[in-house]
């Protein structure tokens, strides 16, 4: 079987700056994280099922993975590692994952659970939801090719085998269709942000890829179409969140935190009801202090971006520009912004938004209508970019989340309760301490 992570580097930025935060101040602290999967469909049930013993293979040899010189050495040029973090990772033996089957109701089900250090365990979060993604990608690909070409069952097993295994030119014959049509949509995406020069956006689709070899063809393009040698200025393409991409192609790299950070640290003050709403926000004065104002892009939704923006210190609304992640109205969100800022008399002309809720290019072009010359925004893409590959493919949601803190249950509600992850007593807790009232539920397309 030939590895799907292929580099230490193949992941998103924000692993490693919250795991440089994470093992300077947190470096004791015992965290639990559990893969979930978001999507409503039982062949999409089954085939991460089937795809157990696969993903334990990929995990085998991810366990092989080593930071290389060089890897490291780009890692310190970008300013943002410290010495001691790079020594860290350098002595970094990962360790094997698993995934396992179980029983709930009758079903089966994948499950996938670890748990550690937190400054040691943080880093596999996209590694396994890439591994997962590309996995499921490649039984899609195979099955629609047997079914095209009118071939019998015994060919599906064994083509399916073959996929699984990265056996190159059987990749090549099934991925045909679905990296043309990418490209062609790509194309049409281009043309559309052309004629919308005010949109600056990044890739954001590490975790749920179709594969990686498909993002980094992506990603290239890109590149190649807005950054131009005689460019000067601001690109619209900013970046990708891929340390590993941007590594090996010079593609500007972009990533703060992850809600992981808020649900840890908010976990780690319960039961004290103060400490708790407060936590977000002592949370972002340290990272700001560890990290200067560069990296300060404050998600809002952990515990719902109402109580956020109700509660929101002036210090922390000077501070930071703001992603939103999962509100339902994007409308709303960047009004709810404006007003943040409005209330503390600041300058929203030096702010960002930085949207990425499950964005298409329709609904970018959409809002940023909406929100010309209000604010300043940025656009983070990342399924619609690195998956769409066409109708006939089935998106998957997945996700995997801190659930404990030093044996604490963790707890994540979200602006669209849907997303919302932690046992019913304790969201129920954490709803009576943030004042939650939102009753928005969406189902998650990705």
């Known amino acids: 079987m030939k590895p799907i992570i292929k580099s230490f580097l193949d992941r998103d930025r924000y692993k490693f700056t919250m795991g440089q935060f994470i093992s300077f ?29 696969y993903i334990n293979q990929q995990f085998e ?69 890439s591994i997962v993604s590309e996995l499921y990608s490649r039984v899609v690909a195979s099955r629609r090719y047997v079914k095209q070409n009118s071939l019998s069952d015994e060919k599906l097993l064994i083509t399916l085998g073959e996929a699984l295994n990265g056996d190159e030119a059987t990749l090549d014959l099934i991925n045909a269709p679905y990296y043309e049509e990418a490209m062609k949509r790509l194309d049409a995406k281009i043309l559309i942000l052309k004629n919308h020069p005010e949109i600056k956006f990044f890739d954001f689709s590490t975790r749920r890829r179709f594969s990686q070899e498909l993002q980094e063809r992506i990603l290239l393009k890109l590149s190649n179409e807005f950054h131009k040698p005689q460019f000067i200025g601001i690109s619209q393409f900013l970046g990708t969140s891929n340390e590993y991409i941007g590594f090996k192609h010079g593609i500007k790299v972009g990533g703060t935190y992850a809600h992981e950070m808020l649900q840890v640290i908010t976990a780690l003050s319960d039961p004290d009801e103060t400490k708790m709403l407060n ?80 964005l298409d290019i329709a609904k970018v072009v959409d809002i940023n209508s909406f929100s010309q010359n209000k604010l300043n925004k940025v656009y983070g893409i990342g399924t619609n970019i690195g998956s769409d590959v066409g109708n006939d493919y089935k998106h998957i949601s997945i996700v995997i989340k801190a659930t404990k803190a030093n044996g604490i249950d963790t707890v994540k509600l979200s602006d669209n309760i849907a ?28």
């Open 279 to 358: 936590a977000q926000y002592e949370f972002m004065r340290e990272w700001n202090l560890f990290y200067g104002y560069d990296l300060c892009v404050g998600l809002t939704d952990t515990f719902g971006s109402d109580s956020f923006f109700k509660n929101c210190p002036k210090d922390i609304a000077e501070m930071y520009s703001f992603r939103e992640d999962s509100a339902t109205d994007l409308y709303k969100y960047t009004n709810d912004v404006l007003d943040l800022y409005k209330r503390y008399n600041i300058n929203h002309n030096e702010k960002v938004i930085v949207h990425s809720n499950g």
């Open 25 to 53: 101040k947190y470096p004791k602290v015992i965290v639990e994280n559990t893969f979930f999967n978001r999507t409503k469909d039982e062949d999409v049930r089954e085939i991460l099922v089937y795809l157990i013993p």
């Open 61 to 129: 040899l991810l366990s092989k993975l080593r930071i290389t010189f060089s890897e490291m050495a780009y890692m310190k040029s970008t300013g943002i590692y410290r010495e001691e973090y790079l020594n860290f990772l350098s002595q970094l033996n990962l360790i094997k994952l698993k995934a396992e089957k179980i029983e709930l109701d009758g079903k089966s089900y994948l499950s996938i659970k670890y748990s550690g250090l937190w400054s040691e365990k943080s880093i596999y979060e996209t590694d396994a939801l």
């Open 419 to 446: 997303k919302a992850i932690g046992n019913k007593e304790k969201i129920n807790f954490y709803k009576k301490v943030f004042g939650y009232e939102n009753v928005n539920s969406v189902e998650q397309i990705y």
